[in-house]
Every structure is written in structure tokens, then in C-alpha cells.
């Protein structure tokens, strides 16, 4: 299949010959223009030119949440302030603030980098997009907006929330695509099936759905629920916003990496050792045409595995099953909330609506599943799953069972763990 730009087709070797010679533009302006490249650079004994072939990326030293926290506000930039033309913030759940820049040519190469990410998806000219993704500081609403425009598509700005408006629009516009997170594209559903109507009578065709992780099993219900093809689509503000990669609709088997513009390495969250290619780890990026702020080796904390290329060239990355942060460690079991997941869609008379509650009992960690039934099911009152948890993951949970409706829904990323530990150790 073609692709929206050759390079997603291109030969390996000419792949490599451009993402060397990026690669090494992009060392020598982080070194040049970011004070703390330089000194990162220089307390790791190494300099750009050192550089000669992409293995030697390894030796470089990597860049971190906490140092873009400490650059805040605009410490990380590499060009003047008067040349950046955006700027995406993210308060950050568990911390302080991050803040990214755009060049008027990064949001050009954000908006190209889009356009392919819809078109691999399924989406094509002319089609319209209903855009839930929330518009303002978060990257996910502008970025999935200006790549929908560059395809050519007729974007509805809808942006989170309004929950029963978004879904009178869908009925009287007719849309092709929607573009929301996956548990916000729930709440949608649910909204249309009150009202009556299941996947025969909504236009939707194609759904792009990311910017939290999500299962298969998820996969199946936003499909037949929507009567759609969901494609997961990922990403992260500091490498860009959406759009980093992306399934092909034709073969649904993990996110092709736009590497051309975005290096993929997957380390050792440990020991911070490059992987081999297939192993599980953490995802790293180094951002090859960034202007206003490159990013060098940046750890992502998201779990992952490069995989070779299918429908297209560039490597695919393995979906994202959980951050290292989402990682719960119940007595000694690692577990994310993904796995949860997994066996709640399992259960035919349960809703994907949960929440997982933290606390701790005697100095022991518990967790409880708050689940939904499904509308008109009937349930076991939770045995079964947790049973199936049990057994499946090795941990004792409480499940508890809760009426349609019972789960707060989120306009945006959903809010999986409730932790009631703090204050309590
Ligand atoms: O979530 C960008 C985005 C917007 C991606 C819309 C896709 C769609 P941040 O707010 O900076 O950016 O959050 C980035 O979200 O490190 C992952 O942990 C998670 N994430 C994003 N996409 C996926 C995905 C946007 N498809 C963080 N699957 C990342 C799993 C995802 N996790």
C-alpha cells in the first residue's frame, strides 16, 4: 500500500542514510544551543562529533522527566523565544509542570507526521473527523486537529466533554472518523446506545484511539460497538503530541514508528543498557528534526518492543501495555492496570468501566476492582472475576460491582488507580 509521503515505504538503507544524517544535526544543535545538553554532554564525556553511525547513540547520556521539569519554562528551548510560535504544558498528575515549543516548521513537520499517522489509519481526504481529543494545553486536540487539515479532511473541533452534545453531532453530521481516547470513546458510545442506536445506524467508519493504553479487548468493543476499524495512535508532548506512531489499518499489528523524524530505542529501565531489537523495555526517543526543543534520548517510562516493519518500512513498537508508573505492586506481584483490563472484557455481564482502588489494611496492601455491570446483565456479583485475577495473575483482590453509570467517566485520560495508601504508611 502506498503511504502518505515515500519515505513510509522507503528502503532500510535509505532510512538509515537520512536518520544518520539527522541524527547528528540534531546532537550538534542540542549541544550548541541548550546549556543543558552541553553540560549533560560534557559531564558524560561525550561530543557530537563523536558521533559517526546510530549505534553510537548509546553512549550518549539520556534525558528525563525531572530535567525537563527543572528547565521549566523555557530552559530547554534550543532557539530564541520570539521563534517559537506554540507552546503545549502538561501539568503532570503527579508533579510539576512540563512545557514544550514549536517552531512554526516543528508544527509543519507535527502536522505532516499527523497527516500520515490518519492516512495509515484509514483516513483519507475529504472525509470528516469529529475531534474529542481536548483542546487547549494538552497536545492531543491541536496536534490530531492540524494533521486531520493537512490530509484534508473537514475537522469538527469538538474537544472533551458534553458528552450527550457529542453524540447529537455525530448523529446530525454524519462523521467517517473519531478521534478521542479510548475511554472517553466509551462514554461516547454509551450515550448513542441510550439514545438507541447501535453500530448500523452511526456513520463512523474508522476510530483513532490513543493517548492511554488500551487492550484488545477494548479494541473489539469500540469496534463493534462503533461498527468501526479502532486504530491505537501514540505518543508523547516532549517527542511531539500525537503522532509518533501509528497502526496501518491494513494490518492492525502494533505502531509503525515515523522514524525518520522520531529514533526509537528500547533500554533496561534498570540499567538504562540498549535492548536487543524484540525485547521488552522502556521506550526511548530522540527526536531527529526538532527545532525549537530536540530531545536526546528522552525515557519515556512507557513499556514497549521494537518489532520490524510491515506495512511500512519503519519499525513498529509493540503497544503500550502500561507506564512504569502505573506499575502496582500488590505484596510483591507486579500488576498493570491494563492486565485488569484484559479480564474484565473477558466477563460477558461486565461494563469496561473500573477503577482500581489502593489501600492498605494492616500493613498489607489490598486492591479492589470497582467495576460496572453491563446494562440489563446479569452478574456474579464479582466472584468470577476475581477468581479469574486470582488465577490468572496470582493476587487476591475484592471486586466490587457496581450499577451502570457507577464510574465516574473522564473526558480525557482515564483515571485508573485510586491509591488510598498515602498517609497511611
Ligand atoms: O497523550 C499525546 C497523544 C494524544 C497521543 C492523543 C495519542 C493521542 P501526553 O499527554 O504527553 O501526550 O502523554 C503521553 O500517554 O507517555 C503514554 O504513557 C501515554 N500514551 C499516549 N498514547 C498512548 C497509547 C499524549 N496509544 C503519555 N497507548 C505516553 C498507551 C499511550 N499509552
Redesign the pocket.
Known amino acids: 500500500m502506498r503511504g502518505f509521503d515515500p519515505i513510509e515505504t522507503a528502503s532500510r538503507d535509505e532510512l538509515t542514510a537520512l536518520q544518520t544524517e539527522r541524527m547528528r544535526w540534531s546532537l550538534r544543535h542540542a549541544y550548541a544551543h541548550v546549556p543543558f545538553y552541553r553540560r549533560s554532554f560534557d559531564a558524560a564525556g561525550v561530543h557530537p562529533d563523536d558521533f559517526s553511525d546510530l549505534a553510537d547513540l548509546a553512549r550518549f547520556p539520556f534525558t528525563t522527566k525531572q530535567d525537563l521539569r527543572e528547565a521549566f519554562p523555557f530552559g530547554m528551548f534550543a532557539v530564541p523565544r520570539e521563534q517559537v510560535r506554540r507552546i503545549h504544558v ?1 501539568s503532570g498528575t503527579t508533579g510539576a509542570a512540563t512545557l514544550v515549543g514549536y517552531t512554526a516548521e516543528d508544527l509543519r513537520m507535527w502536522a505532516e507526521v499527523m497527516a500520515r499517522s490518519i492516512h495509515a489509519a484509514g483516513g483519507r481526504p475529504r472525509m470528516m473527523v469529529h475531534n474529542a ?1 481536548g483542546y487547549g494545553l ?3 486536540g491541536l ?2 486537529h492540524d494533521g486531520a487539515e493537512r490530509l484534508g479532511c473537514a475537522v469538527v473541533p469538538v474537544s472533551g466533554g458534553m458528552t450527550q452534545r457529542q453524540a447529537q453531532l455525530i448523529i446530525d453530521l454524519r462523521p467517517d472518523l473519531l478521534m478521542a481516547t479510548p475511554s472517553y470513546a466509551l462514554a461516547i458510545m454509551d450515550e448513542l446506545r441510550a439514545r438507541g442506536l447501535g453500530p448500523g445506524d452511526i456513520s463512523l467508519r474508522l476510530g483513532l484511539f ?5 487492550t484488545e479487548g477494548m479494541r473489539a468493543e469500540l469496534e463493534q460497538g462503533f461498527g468501526i476499524d479502532a486504530i ?7 517527542v511531539i ?2 503522532g509518533v506512531s501509528v497502526e496501518c489499518i491494513e494490518t492492525k499489528d502494533g505502531l509503525h514508528v515515523w522514524e525518520d523524524h522520531f529514533f526509537p530505542e528500547i533500554v533496561d529501565p534498570d540499567t538504562g543498557k540498549v535492548l536487543p531489537a524484540g525485547e521488552v523495555g522502556e521506550l526511548v526517543f530522540t527526536s531527529l528534526t526538532k527545532h525549537a526543543m530536540p530531545v536526546i534520548r528522552y525515557r ?3 513499556l514497549s518492543r521494537l518489532l520490524p516493519g510491515t506495512a511500512r518500512t519503519m519499525r513498529r513498537m509493540e ?2 501495555t502500561g ?1 512504569a508508573d502505573d506499575m502496582i505492586v500488590l505484596r510483591g506481584v507486579n500488576v498493570f492496570p491494563s492486565q485488569i483490563e484484559a479480564l474484565i472484557l473477558a466477563e460477558a455481564h461486565l461494563a469496561p468501566h473500573y477503577l482500581l482502588e489502593l489501600r492498605r489494611e494492616t500493613r498489607l496492601d489490598s486492591m479492589t476492582v470497582r467495576v460496572e455491570a453491563r446494562d440489563g446483565g446479569v452478574h456474579d456479583g464479582g466472584g468470577g472475576l476475581a477468581h479469574r485475577i486470582h488465577a490468572t495473575l496470582g493476587i487476591n483482590v475484592r471486586v466490587d460491582v457496581v450499577a451502570p453509570g457507577g464510574i465516574e467517566r473522564s473526558a480525557g485520560k482515564a483515571k485508573r488507580i485510586v491509591d488510598l495508601r498515602e498517609g497511611e504508611r
Open positions: 502538561s481529543y494538552f497536545t492531543g496536534g490530531m490513543g493517548a492511554e493504553p488500551w491505537d495512535i501514540y505518543g508523547l508532548s516532549e503530541g500525537p519515556t517510562r512507557d503497544k503500550v507506564r
